[in-house]
């Protein structure tokens, strides 16, 4: 009973910390376009109903449906009654509420709704095409923490097509080194470039890569995983049994992909231990 109890409280904290991080978040986004009385409904509706209530609450959603009664052109109400559906994992569902946010601003939520679907809908081509509106309209920018030409590489790999997926992330890291400094690349991108090099039978390439990672990253399991693979297939074997070993110790420790929506989807390649 004590363990049920202790289990509650954490659940409903975390429940509340993430509402509250949810209303902080809000003022990430630019509102350019919602006018004074919107923004009154938002503050009623949202900040002042939906947040007193956990996300994945039939409240929630009755909050949302009040504010949309009075204005069903906003956006943001929108995108509020999708978010909970797809860390839910009822994609469908929640694609039909942020089309809505994005048919009333496609500013702001065109972004978002591409790594949805590279993320957690897992709608690969549909995410490309966003991503490649996107990019047509204002080049590669970013959306959570990740450039769209990082996420786009990422829908290429998982349709297959690995020398795109390559060349859009050799074309990052490059990018990364002239902004940054040679250390200046992010461990992600290193790892899913390695992986396009390991799935085109790239191996020595790929461990090279895995280890510039993994200098980032030290106990990032998955490149530890795929480095093990690709070692074992150049023959290295003993090699290979050693750092399986440890990819399989960091893993279940949970040194994995740290993406704050890992908690809710599994990336691409991600290993489950």
């Known amino acids: 009973m004590k363990f049920l109890y202790a289990f509650a409280i954490i659940f409903l904290a975390l429940l509340f910390f993430s509402c509250k991080k949810e209303q902080e978040n809000r003022h990430n986004f630019e509102y350019n376009s919602t006018s004074a009385k919107q923004e009154q409904i938002i503050t009623k509706y949202v900040d002042s109903c939906a947040h007193n209530y956990s996300y994945y609450s039939r409240e929630w959603q009755e909050c949302l449906d009040k504010g949309l009664e009075e204005d ?115 461990h992600l991108d290193l790892f899913y470039y390695g992986i396009s090099l390991y799935e085109q039978s790239e191996y020595e390439d790929a461990v090279e890569i895995f280890d510039k990672s993994l200098s980032k990253y030290p106990k990032f399991s998955d490149a530890l995983y795929y480095k093990a693979i690709a070692l074992s297939r150049l023959g290295a074997y003993e090699k290979a049994k050693e750092i399986y070993a440890l990819a399989k110790k960091e893993g279940e420790a949970g040194n994995t992909i740290n ?10 390649y991600q290993v489950r231990w």
């Open 72 to 186: 069903s052109t906003i956006a943001y109400l929108w995108q509020q009654k999708a978010m909970p559906n797809f860390k839910a994992r009822k994609h469908e569902l929640g694609m039909r509420y942020l089309d809505k946010a994005v048919k009333y601003n496609e500013k702001e939520w065109l972004p978002y709704r591409a790594f949805i679907k590279c993320i957690f809908a897992k709608t690969y081509a549909e995410a490309i095409e966003d991503f490649e509106t996107l990019k047509e309209k204002e080049g590669n920018q970013y959306v959570m923490d990740h450039t769209y030409d990082f996420y786009m590489a990422l829908c290429y790999l998982q349709l297959n097509e690995f020398e795109k997926a390559e060349k859009l992330l050799e074309n990052e890291i490059e990018a990364e080194v002239e902004k940054w400094g040679e250390d200046g690349y992010h």
């Open 259 to 268: 993406e704050d929506n890992a908690v809710y989807e599994i990336y691409p």
